[in-house]
């Protein structure tokens, strides 16, 4: 049940953003229990997850995370994933994990900034508008990671896609408000655009690569006016419609 942008390097959304600028990743979820792995996106090779020389490379994603791993685990943490070789990071700004609360809304945010020194940063909020420390998991890469784009790049929401049939890591919840810039955004416009469903800043108009407030398993077209519009990884396998308050 996996909606895909393929090649969003090459339209645009290279995994550090156009000339190293940065990208900014704006969504509500609002997740269901279930045991094991989650995954809400990715920034990743669709396909293989070792395809470099055995080891994973230029990727990245935000989801909740099975606490201590496993697929039968029922308690879970908000987790960065990537900026590292194989690395689930789910300690915060505060030195502490985040418990994930099931059947409640999470306005969250990825940001993605270049440093000058090859390294690259991504920055999750958690739960915004809160920008506590305890609210932030933040990740720096080596200058080595992410410098090769993967054979398959591709942006995908709802499932991990190295996987057969995507079952193995999937999102169980339900997800709106999503907002691609191809630009780092402060955090005060972050602020702005998080609390909007229309674009609310200057630089968010300027910037917006994507924009659908209210996806809907018939339309998940962009609605920003960048054309940049995802597809079903199996059409006949769509998310349902949820319908709740």
Known sequence: MAFQFLDPHAKGLPIWGPGDAGVTYLWKIRPR???????????SNNGN??????????????HPYPRGGGNTTAVHDWELAGMIDGTDTVVTKAGSAHQLVFDRWYSQALVISSNGDGTNTARFYIDLPSTAAADIIEVTSPSSFGRTDPPSPALTFGDSPWYADYQHERLSGVLRGLKIFAAMLTQAEILSEAASDSLATSRGVATVWYANANPTPDDISDKSGASHHPSWADSAHRAGLWTGG
Do not use: E, I
């Open 49 to 62: 997850f070792t395809w470099h020389n055995g080891a994973s490379d230029s990727y990245y994603g935000a």
């Open 33 to 43: 229990q279930q045991n094991g792995y989650y995954a809400t996106f990715w920034w």
